[in-house]
């Protein structure tokens, strides 16, 4: 780790956050607004007009149609400002304002695809329960109209409706048929997109929250404070020598050392805390309503349960003692992301340079 006046390791890249006054204003917000209760009227008719052509609900269809149904609503300019994908799956990449606001449109655009999933599905099943109310009818009306004794002109008209009824009701079982495999492609879709959200924002190792999710996090916690006021302390984590230990006995031991700390990490926080993989060996932990001394505190029982813990690799055949160093710092009016993170970077190099294994607050 190393002082962010002198210098930084690949494992811990700046981070590159406007204050907010400047990251977002007025204009982008009620822009963002404006784009998203565009999208969401983009996206019912897209999923409406899928389900009534009983078209396959697959990405390039959906796409296809979003498209469609923008330029025929004359919104097609929508279209040229969603935002797009980098295509960097780098989760270390840099953040910068413009990728930050990205995200957080793009988060805001899949819960509102959510929602509509759900709503058409609502209305899938009511169009099943109505189509099965249907038949019934159907049926009772064909009994009637077999029990009437009448002369052959009636008994022709009678096979007349008999054969009406028998295709109106084939028609409905097809219908039931294909609502029954829209719901259940919707329902696969809304898990996928559940997934996907979590991948997004989720360390592949860990499983605990990744760089962008601290990132964004930070930001909600810096505008929330902004607002509202309170106290929000950051602790900063870093194994000591662990280098060490991949050079000594490989990555994957490495690996299984991460994943037992970050486990361990979770296992003191309470449920208004957040923490993550920052990079590499280093952890973030957001303690919003906490001051440095709580901080202080809690980055203690941590360091001292990591110094006590023998971790061991899956065949039980290394076994490894591992310390920690921990730079904390509070919130101060006028930081912004880069500011404090920066500030908790150096108390965190503070801590490495005057021996490890320690905590220091700036």
């Known amino acids: 780790m190393h002082n962010l006046a002198v210098g930084r390791s690949d494992t811990m890249p700046d981070i590159n956050i406007l204050p907010v006054k400047d990251r977002v204003t007025p204009r982008v917000v009620e822009r963002n607004k404006t784009c998203l209760v565009n999208i969401s009227v983009i996206a019912r008719d897209t999923l409406k007009?899928?389900?009534?052509?009983?078209?396959?609900?697959?990405?390039?269809?959906?796409?296809?149609?979003?498209?469609?149904?923008?330029?025929?609503?004359?919104?097609?300019?929508?279209?040229?400002?969603l935002p797009e994908y980098s295509g960097d799956d780098d989760i270390s990449c840099n953040v910068n304002p413009v990728s930050l606001e990205k995200e957080r449109v793009l988060?805001?655009?899949?819960?509102?695809?959510?929602?509509?999933?759900?709503e058409v599905a609502g209305i899938i099943e009511s169009l099943k329960d109505r189509s099965i109310k249907h038949n019934k009818n159907l049926d009772d009306e064909v009994k009637k109209i077999e029990d009437i004794d009448a002369n052959n002109n009636i008994m022709e008209v009678k096979k007349l409706l008999i054969g009406e009824l028998q295709k109106i009701k084939q028609d409905n079982t097809s219908l039931k048929q294909q609502l029954d495999n829209t719901t259940k492609d919707l329902e696969e879709n809304k898990d996928k997109l559940e997934e996907f959200k979590k991948i997004a924002v989720m360390d592949p190792l860990t499983h605990i929250p990744n760089r962008r999710a601290l990132d964004l996090k930070l930001l909600n916690e810096i505008s929330r404070i902004t607002r509202y006021g309170g106290s929000l302390s950051i602790v900063f984590i870093d194994l000591d020598h662990f280098k060490n230990i991949n050079d000594s006995y490989g990555h994957s031991v490495g690996d299984e050392v991460l994943i037992a700390f970050a486990s361990l990490l979770q296992s003191h926080l309470r449920d208004t805390d957040y923490a993550g993989r920052y990079g590499g060996e280093e952890f973030v932990i957001l303690l919003p309503g906490t001051d440095r001394e709580g901080a202080r505190i809690l980055a203690e029982r941590i360091r001292s349960e990591i110094k006590k813990k023998t971790f061991m690799d899956k065949k039980k055949s290394i076994c490894l003692k591992v310390t920690a160093s921990f730079g904390i710092t509070e919130h101060r009016d006028g930081d912004d992301g880069k500011i404090i993170l920066e500030r908790a970077d150096s108390a965190l190099y503070k801590a490495k340079e005057t021996g490890r294994d320690r905590i220091e607050d700036i």
């Not at 796409?63 to 929508?78: D, L, P, T």
């Open 107 to 118: 988060s805001e655009m899949a819960e509102e695809t959510r929602k509509v999933m759900t």
């Open 49 to 81: 007009t899928l389900v009534v052509k009983s078209i396959p609900l697959t990405p390039q269809n959906y796409k296809e149609q979003f498209e469609k149904s923008a330029k025929s609503m004359e919104r097609g300019h929508i279209l040229e400002s």
